[in-house]
Structure formats: structure tokens, C-alpha cells
């Protein structure tokens, strides 16, 4: 089966730096996603990566290494409005996403 | 440039009833996929339209079922409604590529509609 894990809540400080980890198992690879979703609020897109290595978008970087299965979602000078789950989600074979549960990051001041 | 639109935004049906969620893409794109979101959990995949035909299917019953329109628009149908399918239902459009691909693969995006919030009781 098709399989993707992240951890279910993570907690950081304001200003610091947070990385939340996605392990996958699916059936073929057309590249990964990170998305931030707000509660009651549909995903916002954040990232993607095909080939491995980090992408870097502002404060936000996403890594990838197909060979492990692994992805990180990198976040540096945490604000409290990023407080949302962050979901990793990858395209399959067949063009579809495949979505882990996300992980809820909680900011502390 | 509107996004992609759904409605209604909330919705309450009681069991056994039929519900339809609608969805307009986002200007541009062709493609749209549909997603059930329940609470704490990630989307699942339901099923995708694409050239007004249902072009790959996730693991949900028949009582789910869709229809794109001419102007890329859809609708998700839900037929003898249970208590489960209380979720947000996500619609997200994206382009398709040259050769008749779903998705981009290069720094694709789909885009999300703000959800119909469902609930069953």
C-alpha cells in the first residue's frame, strides 16, 4: 500500500527553527509537496520537489532524497501566525496525491 | 483572476439524502480533482475530472460520483448520505501539460478551492 508519515504535532519557540520530517512509500514518484493549512481552511501550496536536494523559498526550504523516501519541511524565524498543520503529499504514478495526516505545529512565544 | 471557487461553503444534510458540492477552476485550468478531508486528517483522493470525463478514481463507493462541464466547472454528488461523510471536500484545479498530463510536473501547483464544509447528522 501507499504509505506517507509525518509527525502528528511538533511545538517550537517564536524565532526559532522547526523541521518537520515526511517519510514515504508509494507507488511510482512524480515529486513531493509540502502545503500549510490553517484550521478550517483549505492548503495553501508552499512547496514541491522532484529531484533531490533543498529548495529554498524565504524563510521556508523543503529537502528531498528520493533514494530514502525522505522529505523535510524546513521553517526559520517563526512567526505565530505559521502555527497550522503542514501537509506532505506526494504524486504517484498515476498523477495522484497522496496526502500524509500533517502535522500540527503549535508556536509558542 | 479568481481563484478556484466552491460552494456552498457549509452545508447540513441529514442521512440518506443527496448532496451536490460545486466547483469553478481557476482561470485557465482544466483540470479538476476532488478531495475529502476529514477532521485531524489529510485529503483523500476521490475521484478527477478532466475533458468532461472521470479520468482516474481513488477508493470511494459509487454513492460518490461527478460531472465536469464544458467550462471546466464540476460538481461532486453524493448519494445516500452516512454519518462518515462528514468532511471538508476540497476541490483543486491545475493545468494540463503538453501531452495531455494531468499536472505540470515542473513546479506544478494545484490549486484549492476554500472548501464546502459537510455535515451530516
Known amino acids: 500500500g501507499q504509505n506517507i508519515d509525518q509527525p502528528t504535532e511538533m511545538t517550537a519557540t517564536e524565532g526559532a527553527i522547526v523541521q518537520i520530517n515526511c517519510t514515504y512509500q508509494t507507488s511510482g514518484f512524480n515529486g513531493l509537496f509540502w502545503y500549510q493549512q490553517h484550521a478550517g481552511e483549505a492548503p495553501t501550496f508552499l512547496s514541491y520537489n522532484v529531484l533531490d536536494g533543498l529548495e529554498e523559498k524565504g524563510r521556508f526550504s523543503s529537502f528531498l532524497s528520493r533514494s530514502k523516501g525522505y522529505s523535510y519541511l524546513l521553517l526559520k524565524e517563526l512567526q505565530m501566525k505559521d502555527s497550522a498543520s503542514y501537509l506532505c503529499a506526494v504524486l504517484d504514478s498515476n498523477y495522484q496525491l497522496i496526502w500524509g495526516a500533517g502535522t500540527k505545529l503549535i508556536i509558542k512565544p | 483572476d479568481a481563484g478556484v471557487t466552491q460552494s456552498p461553503t457549509h452545508l447540513i444534510k441529514t442521512r440518506g439524502q443527496q448532496v451536490t458540492l460545486r466547483c469553478s477552476p481557476k482561470?485557465?485550468?482544466?483540470?479538476v480533482s476532488w478531495y475529502q478531508q476529514a477532521l485531524g486528517q489529510g485529503p483523500q483522493f476521490i475521484f478527477q475530472?478532466?475533458?468532461?470525463?472521470?479520468?482516474q478514481r481513488g477508493n470511494f463507493p459509487d454513492r460518490f460520483s461527478g460531472h465536469q462541464f464544458p467550462n471546466y466547472s464540476s460538481e461532486l454528488n453524493v448519494n445516500a448520505l452516512l454519518l462518515g461523510d462528514s468532511a471538508l471536500y476540497l476541490c483543486?484545479?491545475?493545468?494540463?501539460?503538453?501531452?495531455?498530463?494531468?499536472?505540470?510536473?515542473?513546479?506544478?501547483?494545484?490549486?484549492f478551492g476554500q472548501g464546502t464544509r459537510l455535515t451530516v447528522v
Open positions: 483543486a484545479s491545475s493545468p494540463t501539460g503538453g501531452e495531455g498530463e494531468p499536472f505540470l510536473v515542473m513546479n506544478t501547483e494545484a490549486f
Open positions: 482561470s485557465g485550468h482544466d483540470t
Open positions: 475530472y478532466y475533458e468532461e470525463e472521470e479520468r
